[in-house]
């Protein structure tokens, strides 16, 4: 008895696509290689306060952002799973950051790119994200990203990506150089090998997947703290263990989300901090105060974070180690978070905050 044809929608991936595919999948390594082993920083604290504090620099990728992982895996989620073929156009639904990365990997394989975004992205980033040849697709209606995005895949044939849905799926969390491996190989000849705490943000929830999995399967005592912007829905989906929760679009680009996204794993997450707008960028602002380095809005939420958590830690009398990432450059971002007269512009007032980071900074206390 013969075996059945295959059926037409499989024969995209046909002898020659595979070869395709064999070389799409080989680029992608071969920038995991050149790339995947960005710095950790320590962030300068008083010494006799006995903690040490560590910034994964993810600003280093070759497109500039903690999104550059993200984006190597979906990419190679998709092709290894047949969903991106020779021609294929390539969709997301992005803020920005992952978009940059994904358009870079796009171009890198010959394929077309497409980003759904909402209006009020950076120009910034647009201009980065065309810089590497994708295509910007501009909604204003940020809650429309995702149908639309679906709607472009399926009017050319394409993939969307569909990073809030797949981002803790597609990394290898036991390993194979990802953020945490990277983290603990580093932090191997440190006074404190093993940190106290990992802070990070949640926008996808795949770098909070990737971390808390991590940290339980290597049997680490690590706890994870997840850093939320004002008004995101991750934080009352977590607190009320309700995943219908809903929020609003965030300022802070790149994290806080207005639904509890599919790849937000909740019950790995030990503790979460609800920050502030103002908060995030006058911290932000102080990194650069401190350490002459302009980072994102989103790492100023996860120093926010991190820096109460630092505090508890000396209030205890308790010496150890905390990690949190520098996610992204504050060069895209200098018509916005560092404009004085754009934050004015959003009624922030980051002075308030600004007294309780110098209060930290002289004292180790958090007030």
């Given at each position: 008895?013969?075996?059945?044809?295959?059926?037409?929608?499989?024969?995209?991936?046909?002898?020659?696509?595979?070869?395709?595919?064999?070389?799409?999948?080989?680029l992608?390594?071969?920038?995991?290689?050149?790339?995947?082993?960005?710095?950790?920083?320590?962030?300068?604290?008083?010494?006799?306060?006995?903690v040490?504090?560590?910034?994964?620099d993810?600003?280093?990728?070759?497109?500039?952002?903690?999104?550059h992982?993200?984006?190597?895996?979906?990419?190679?989620?998709?092709?290894?799973?047949?969903?991106?073929?020779?021609?294929?156009?390539?969709?997301?639904?992005?803020s920005?950051?992952?978009?940059?990365?994904?358009?870079?990997?796009?171009?890198?394989?010959?394929?077309?790119?497409?980003?759904?975004?909402?209006a009020?992205?950076?120009?910034?980033?647009?201009?980065?994200?065309?810089?590497?040849?994708?295509?910007?697709?501009?909604?204003?209606?940020?809650?429309?990203?995702?149908?639309?995005?679906?709607?472009?895949?399926?009017?050319?044939g394409?993939?969307?990506?569909?990073?809030?849905?797949?981002?803790?799926?597609?990394?290898?969390?036991?390993?194979?150089?990802?953020?945490?491996?990277?983290?603990?190989?580093?932090?191997?000849?440190?006074?404190?090998p093993?940190?106290?705490?990992?802070?990070?943000?949640?926008?996808?929830?795949?770098?909070?997947?990737?971390?808390?999995?991590?940290?339980?399967?290597?049997?680490l005592?690590?706890?994870?703290?997840v850093?939320?912007?004002?008004?995101?829905?991750?934080?009352?989906?977590?607190?009320?263990?309700?995943?219908?929760?809903?929020?609003?679009?965030?300022?802070?680009?790149?994290?806080?989300?207005?639904?509890?996204e599919?790849?937000?794993?909740?019950?790995?997450?030990?503790?979460?901090?609800?920050?502030?707008?103002?908060?995030?960028?006058?911290?932000?602002?102080?990194?650069?105060?401190?350490?002459?380095?302009?980072?994102?809005?989103?790492?100023?939420?996860?120093?926010?974070?991190?820096?109460?958590?630092?505090?508890?830690?000396?209030?205890?009398?308790?010496?150890?180690?905390?990690?949190?990432?520098?996610?992204?450059?504050?060069?895209?971002?200098?018509?916005?978070?560092?404009?004085?007269?754009?934050?004015?512009?959003?009624?922030?007032?980051?002075?308030?905050?600004?007294?309780?980071?110098?209060?930290?900074?002289?004292?180790?206390?958090?007030?």
């Amino acid at each position: 008895m013969s075996a059945p044809d295959r059926p037409a929608h499989l024969d995209r991936c046909d002898d020659d696509g595979r070869a395709w595919l064999e070389r799409a999948v080989a680029l992608v390594e071969a920038d995991a290689r050149r790339s995947a082993d960005t710095h950790l920083l320590v962030y300068p604290l008083p010494p006799e306060w006995g903690v040490h504090l560590y910034l994964k620099d993810e600003s280093t990728h070759p497109t500039g952002s903690l999104k550059h992982r993200l984006a190597r895996s979906l990419f190679l989620h998709a092709l290894c799973s047949g969903w991106i073929c020779r021609g294929s156009t390539v969709v997301e639904a992005s803020s920005g950051s992952t978009a940059v990365s994904e358009a870079y990997f796009a171009r890198m394989l010959g394929l077309p790119f497409v980003a759904v975004m909402p209006a009020s992205t950076s120009r910034e980033k647009i201009a980065l994200i065309e810089g590497q040849g994708g295509r910007c697709h501009l909604v204003t209606d940020a809650g429309t990203v995702y149908d639309e995005a679906r709607r472009i895949a399926g009017e050319t044939g394409g993939h969307y990506l569909d990073q809030f849905t797949h981002a803790e799926r597609a990394t290898d969390w036991r390993g194979n150089n990802n953020i945490a491996e990277s983290v603990f190989e580093q932090l191997s000849a440190e006074e404190h090998p093993v940190p106290d705490w990992v802070v990070v943000g949640a926008g996808t929830g795949g770098t909070s997947a990737t971390i808390g999995r991590y940290v339980r399967y290597r049997r680490l005592p690590t706890r994870l703290a997840v850093v939320d912007p004002e008004g995101s829905a991750f934080f009352p989906g977590w607190r009320d263990a309700d995943p219908t929760a809903t929020g609003r679009p965030s300022r802070i680009e790149g994290i806080g989300r207005p639904r509890v996204e599919p790849s937000f794993v909740p019950t790995i997450v030990d503790r979460m901090f609800c920050v502030p707008d103002a908060a995030s960028l006058a911290a932000m602002r102080h990194l650069e105060q401190v350490t002459g380095r302009r980072a994102g809005g989103s790492t100023g939420t996860n120093l926010w974070g991190a820096f109460q958590l630092v505090a508890e830690l000396v209030a205890a009398g308790r010496t150890g180690s905390i990690v949190t990432l520098l996610c992204d450059g504050g060069e895209r971002y200098a018509h916005t978070y560092y404009s004085d007269d754009w934050i004015a512009g959003q009624g922030m007032d980051l002075a308030p905050h600004t007294a309780t980071l110098e209060h930290f900074a002289a004292t180790g206390e958090w007030s």
